[in-house]
C-alpha cells in the first residue's frame, strides 16, 4: 500500500504532523494531493520546544516539509478497502486482460497500412519492382 492511498484515506481522521523544523500539528486531514499538500482543520500547533501552543482554525502544510505523520490505527483497514473498492471499479473499464493493447485498433504496433512503408514495397506487378527506385521495363 502507497503512503498516498493511505493518506486520502485518512481524509475527515484526526492524525499528527511533525514538521523537519520540529514543530507538530494536531488536527483533522480536510484534503490532499499528490505531493502530499496537506489542509487540516481545528489545529493545535505545538512550536518546536513543545512550551508554545497555537489553536489556530486551520492550516496548510507543505508535503516537502513533513517529517512524518501519525495516522489512527484502524486506518490500515479503511485504506484497504477504498483500495479495492477502487481496483473493481478500474476492471470494469477494459483494464487487464481483453482490453485494448498493444497491437490491436489504429496506431498499434505491427503492420500499418498507412503511409511510409518505401518505395514500391508489396506491389507485385507495378513499374517498381526493387526497393531503390530502379524503373524497369516490363
Known amino acids: 500500500m502507497l503512503p498516498l492511498s493511505l493518506l486520502r484515506a485518512a481524509v475527515g481522521s ?4 511533525e ?37 489556530l482554525p486551520s492550516c496548510y502544510i507543505r ?13 490500515l483497514v479503511r485504506a484497504a478497502e477504498i483500495e479495492e473498492k477502487e481496483q473493481a471499479l478500474r476492471a470494469g473499464y477494459g483494464g487487464g486482460r481483453g482490453g485494448r493493447g498493444r497491437g490491436s485498433g489504429r496506431g498499434g504496433r505491427g503492420r500499418s497500412r498507412g503511409r511510409g512503408r ?19 521495363n516490363s
Open 14 to 17: 484526526p492524525l499528527l504532523v
Open 19 to 55: 514538521l523537519k523544523g520540529g514543530d507538530t500539528y494536531n488536527g483533522r486531514l480536510l484534503s490532499c494531493d499528490a505531493w502530499m499538500n496537506m489542509n487540516l482543520r481545528e489545529v493545535i500547533c505545538t512550536s518546536r520546544d513543545g512550551d508554545r501552543f497555537w489553536k
Open 63 to 75: 508535503g516537502s516539509a513533513v517529517k512524518y505523520l501519525r495516522l489512527p490505527p484502524d486506518l
Open 118 to 136: 518505401g518505395r514500391g514495397r508489396g506491389e507485385i506487378s507495378g513499374r517498381y519492382s526493387g526497393g531503390r527506385g530502379r524503373v524497369t
